[in-house]
């Protein structure tokens, strides 16, 4: 029996088309190729998964994708960016922001996206139940304003959790 893969291509596709960005055949694999990873991709992964892609295409392709918000820059603490498909979300005063988690493993460097932290972590059982959910930006803007005074507004968040991914974290045998 076949799992059920998902079909990368198909999916990269219809992105792109539902996007302001022309959909061209590098723009194709490379979102498709991000769409595939376990991990965030640094532009060298990504150019030896694309021999054949210039290296010029490729950046100006993982800036184009990342402005539209199809994929997302994340920067490690080795100074490379790395990529990941994503989609942007916005606020209710049009700003897009990046809504979610990392976990960057101190040994290896890969970087991983950890998805829906406000349903995971910070809208309790009994919140989501009376209908009063508060969303993550929502308290750190509190938190920001009780804090610093009124009229702080973030624009960002960035929430990293830093340790061994499950390969470098296994006992060598």
């Not at 959909?23 to 190729?33: E, F, G, H, S, Y």
């Not at 508060?134 to 750190?140: A, D, M």
């Amino acid at each position: 029996m076949k799992k059920n893969v998902p079909d990368y291509l198909t999916l990269a596709e219809s992105q792109l088309r539902s996007s302001s960005l022309r959909t061209t055949d590098a723009r194709l694999k490379v979102l498709a190729a991000l769409l595939g990873a376990r991990h965030a991709l640094s532009h060298q992964d990504v150019q030896d998964m694309f021999q054949d892609m210039d290296r010029v295409t490729l950046y100006r392709t993982l800036d184009g994708l990342t402005e539209a918000g199809l994929a997302h820059k994340i920067s490690g603490d080795d100074r490379v960016f790395r990529y990941n498909a994503g989609i942007e979300e916005q606020d209710a005063h049009g700003h897009t922001h990046h809504q979610h988690g990392h976990f960057k493993c101190t040994q290896c460097a890969k970087v991983f996206c950890i998805d829906d932290l406000d349903d995971k972590l910070f809208t309790t059982e009994m919140e989501s139940q009376k209908g009063s959910a508060t969303t993550l930006r929502q308290k750190l803007q509190k938190i920001l304003q009780d804090t610093l005074g009124k009229g702080f507004q973030s624009h960002e968040i960035e929430l990293t959790i830093k340790g061994r991914c499950a390969e470098c974290a296994s006992p060598r045998k």
